[in-house]
């Protein structure tokens, strides 16, 4: 049984290309059918001279049917075969089990002679309902009769680096098997290719000989890449052929990549980073074609051996990937490219991620404490400690572990904040404040905390009186300076007048 899809051609590079697709024969098994369908009991390649008479069967209740007969091989005004016979209906339905319907068509082709396509419909009433459709190649009356080369079993397949092949199913006359026979000795291969990264050509065509082989209605077309000089890139291979009649066929095309040459690939990154500081990593590849598919798989391997793809956030743009990377050590980033050709290339560049040092920030109820201070405490007053402003990286900061110090001895005490409570300040007492991160790299501040001494009232008396004469002898000196400087230099005597 066959079965198969309605039929449009299209011309391509002056030749015509049928594009419908024919499908391999197949027999069906009944309880195993899920689609709804319409089969052919012949298959492709059925001659009939003055009448066809074809039996197929179909799934499913049938609805509204029609036929109709186009010329694979006579193109009308809008690129597609031409009509030669049309009709709406079948000859008989006959139910044979449930789900299962046989059909029959008889219709008269005389005087009719061609490559033709035969394309049963069948829809329901309900315009949202499918419309179901199947076809079969046949040959009606005694002349036009074409090799024909079914478009849907064209497949191409990579030999080894430099070879590839293109098969495909040759369909003649089933009532002439001499055509079969005698296909790989009377055959003429006509082919041409061009460059088409996009199924388009980007130039004009150009006719090429290749090798074939056939085996029964099957024909294999080989393609050395190394003896045609062809260079890399994405081709489009255009293939008819020509029987012992000089009949050509329609012709097919088969779009293949042909790479002899693996991708070159460059990683570019930083050397060292600081943990969890942002760095890109670049990847350079070329594959020296245009449309080559390049496909990229990234591997971070962290300095324990823990291996991991991209996450999605990582992916920067294209082939750049950002990445966060927290534990020190050694770090592989491994790039994996393959192309279309399914060349594999690995790069790999390691990074050294090195861990950043702490650093201790103390302040005592908001004063910052450097190292080496004195700070003297008010006795019985309240006072704090705090470290909690300390400084790492964002994935260290967390973790960090906190070692107090009184006189040398160790306190219990690991939290990043300590008051009075902790810590008898009956004298001088030296502090030290040492943190440590997940590496255990530290740093320390140590510093002298001693209690207020008491002041003497006396002393303090005879220290204000001191001040206060010390001051008022001071004034006193100045007011007489000023005075000075302001008196005049000469004094005049007041003169004395005779009596007479």
């Known amino acids: 049984m066959v079965r198969g899809l309605v039929a449009k051609a299209v011309l391509l590079t002056g030749l015509i290309l049928v594009t419908y697709f024919i499908p391999n024969t197949e027999a069906t098994g009944r309880d195993l059918v899920e689609d709804e369908y319409i089969d052919f009991d012949d298959s492709h390649g059925i001659h009939f001279i003055d009448s066809i008479n074809i039996n197929g069967t179909m799934n499913f209740d049938g609805h509204n049917h029609s036929w109709s007969i186009v010329d694979l091989f006579d193109i009308d005004a809008n690129d597609s075969p031409k009509l030669l016979l049309s009709g709406t209906y079948f000859d008989s339905i006959i139910p044979v089990e449930e789900g299962l319907w046989k059909w029959n068509l008889i219709a008269n082709s005389s005087g009719l002679n061609c490559t033709c396509n035969l394309i049963i419909s069948s829809n329901s009433s309900d315009v949202n309902s499918n419309q179901f459709s199947s076809n079969l190649l046949v040959y009606l009356g005694e002349a036009n009769h074409y090799p024909y080369i079914a478009p849907n079993s064209v497949n191409h397949q990579k030999i080894d680096q430099a070879n590839n092949s293109i098969s495909f199913t040759v369909i003649t006359p089933s009532d002439n098997p001499e055509a079969i026979n005698t296909l790989n000795q009377d055959i003429i291969l006509y082919s041409s290719y061009c460059q088409a990264p996009s199924n388009i050509c980007l130039n004009n065509p150009t006719p090429i000989n290749?090798?074939?082989?056939?085996?029964?209605?099957?024909?294999?077309?080989?393609?050395?890449?190394?003896?045609?000089?062809?260079?890399?890139?994405?081709?489009?291979?255009?293939?008819?052929?020509?029987?012992?009649?000089?009949?050509?066929?329609?012709?097919?095309?088969?779009?293949?990549?042909?790479?002899?040459?693996?991708?070159?690939?460059?990683?570019?990154?930083?050397?060292?980073?600081?943990?969890?500081?942002?760095?890109?990593?670049?990847?350079?590849?070329?594959?020296?074609?245009?449309?080559?598919?390049?496909?990229?798989?990234?591997?971070?391997?962290?300095?324990?051996?823990?291996?991991?793809?991209?996450?999605?956030?990582?992916?920067?743009?294209?082939?750049?990937?950002?990445?966060?990377?927290?534990?020190?050590?050694?770090?592989?980033?491994?790039?994996?490219?393959?192309?279309?050709?399914?060349?594999?290339?690995?790069?790999?560049?390691?990074?050294?991620?090195?861990?950043?040092?702490?650093?201790?920030?103390?302040?005592?109820?908001?004063?910052?404490?450097?190292?080496?201070?004195?700070?003297?405490?008010?006795?019985?007053?309240?006072?704090?400690?705090?470290?909690?402003?300390?400084?790492?990286?964002?994935?260290?900061?967390?973790?960090?572990?906190?070692?107090?110090?009184?006189?040398?001895?160790?306190?219990?005490?690991?939290?990043?904040?300590?008051?009075?409570?902790?810590?008898?300040?009956?004298?001088?007492?030296?502090?030290?404040?040492?943190?440590?991160?997940?590496?255990?790299?530290?740093?320390?501040?140590?510093?002298?905390?001693?209690?207020?001494?008491?002041?003497?009232?006396?002393?303090?008396?005879?220290?204000?009186?001191?001040?206060?004469?010390?001051?008022?002898?001071?004034?006193?000196?100045?007011?007489?300076?000023?005075?000075?400087?302001?008196?005049?230099?000469?004094?005049?005597?007041?003169?004395?007048?005779?009596?007479?």
Not at 347 to 362: E, F, T
């Open 210 to 500: 290749l090798n074939f082989t056939s085996n029964g209605g099957q024909l294999t077309v080989f393609i050395d890449q190394d003896e045609l000089s062809i260079d890399d890139g994405y081709w489009l291979f255009d293939l008819s052929i020509q029987d012992q009649y000089l009949r050509n066929s329609n012709t097919i095309s088969s779009r293949i990549v042909l790479d002899l040459n693996p991708p070159n690939v460059e990683l570019t990154s930083k050397s060292k980073v600081r943990e969890s500081e942002s760095f890109l990593v670049y990847a350079d590849i070329e594959d020296y074609f245009v449309g080559s598919q390049i496909s990229l798989t990234w591997t971070i391997t962290d300095p324990s051996g823990n291996s991991r793809g991209l996450l999605d956030e990582e992916s920067y743009h294209n082939s750049t990937i950002e990445l966060v990377l927290e534990d020190s050590g050694h770090w592989d980033i491994q790039l994996l490219v393959r192309d279309s050709a399914n060349f594999i290339v690995v790069q790999n560049i390691s990074v050294l991620v090195y861990n950043v040092i702490p650093i201790v920030d103390l302040s005592i109820d908001g004063l910052f404490i450097s190292q080496g201070d004195q700070i003297f405490i008010s006795s019985g007053s309240y006072w704090t400690l705090n470290a909690s402003t300390c400084f790492d990286t964002v994935n260290d900061i967390d973790s960090l572990e906190y070692e107090w110090y009184l006189d040398g001895v160790k306190l219990e005490h690991t939290g990043p904040i300590i008051s009075e409570k902790e810590i008898d300040l009956d004298s001088s007492k030296e502090i030290m404040l040492t943190i440590y991160d997940d590496d255990m790299d530290s740093e320390s501040l140590s510093f002298t905390l001693s209690p207020q001494p008491p002041v003497d009232d006396g002393f303090s008396s005879k220290v204000i009186i001191y001040i206060g004469f010390g001051l008022g002898f001071l004034i006193t000196f100045a007011f007489l300076i000023i005075f000075l400087m302001r008196s005049p230099s000469t004094i005049e005597l007041p003169k004395w007048k005779p009596k007479n």
